[in-house]
């Protein structure tokens, strides 16, 4: 029962590359999220998918792509990555994403952008 | 918006006792609570559904007044393992939005 997988769990990129951040989840849940967290801060929402074929924006999309083309992965791209985008990067999952069940939590995977 | 927690850090000695809040601008249907260690995941501790509605974990304990667009934490006689920074998350036009944060940290 593997639950969220994120991989990878560290990565450091030069600014400009690009890269994509892979999700996995074996609960057969509709809703997954990318959130990222910097230093002193809470975690902020950047894309959210409430189902294969359907994602929208969080509270800071710019800068990222995802796409749900089947109900158990949710890749989050960064097209060229920049400095500002040194982060940790969580993704979460719950069965609908209606607030009344408990996300699950990837390990996270902690980007350096040089 | 983000939902605004308050206080933003505490400092306890082992066995008292802390309240965190979570307070909204917008109406409020589902609070959740989790706690996060330095270097890990958020763990859940416990979802509000329901206005009034209180639930508990251990020694920790939640409210939910609907009506005041908030909620509370309750810990109490705080524990060792107790330290970490308290999230609140509530649900705004689909979306799962963290306050953010309250660190708390249980001395010896």
């Known amino acids: 029962n593997a639950g969220v997988t994120q991989t990878p769990k560290f990565q450091v990129l030069k600014t400009g590359q690009s890269m994509t951040l892979q999700c996995a989840q074996d609960m057969n849940h509709e809703y997954m999220s990318w959130y990222r967290q910097d230093p002193g801060m809470g975690l902020r929402l950047i894309h959210y998918s409430v189902g294969a074929g359907i994602t929208d924006q969080g509270e800071v999309p710019n800068g990222y792509n995802v796409s749900r083309s089947t109900t158990e992965d949710f890749p989050l791209r960064l097209l060229s990555a920049a400095p500002s985008q040194t982060s940790v990067y969580f993704c979460?999952?719950?069965?609908?994403?209606?607030?009344?069940?408990?996300?699950?939590f990837g390990s996270g995977t902690q980007l350096s952008v040089l | 918006q983000q939902p605004v927690q308050s206080p933003q850090a505490v400092i306890l000695r082992e066995g008292e006792d802390a309240v965190i809040n979570c307070s909204s601008s917008?109406?409020?249907?589902?609070v959740h609570w989790y706690r996060q260690k330095h270097g890990e995941a958020p763990v859940f501790l416990m979802i509000?559904?329901?206005?009034?509605e209180q639930k508990g974990h251990e020694k920790i304990s939640a409210s939910f007044n609907e009506k005041k667009q908030q909620s509370s934490l309750y810990l109490t006689a705080s524990q060792l393992s107790y330290s970490g920074t308290y999230f609140c998350?509530?649900?705004?036009?689909?979306?799962?939005?963290f306050g953010q944060g309250t660190t708390l940290q249980v001395k010896p």
């Open positions: 917008k109406a409020l249907y589902s």
């Open positions: 509000l559904l329901k206005g009034g």
């Open positions: 979460a999952s719950s069965e609908t994403g209606t607030g009344e069940e408990k996300l699950f």
């Open positions: 998350i509530h649900r705004l036009r689909g979306k799962l939005i």
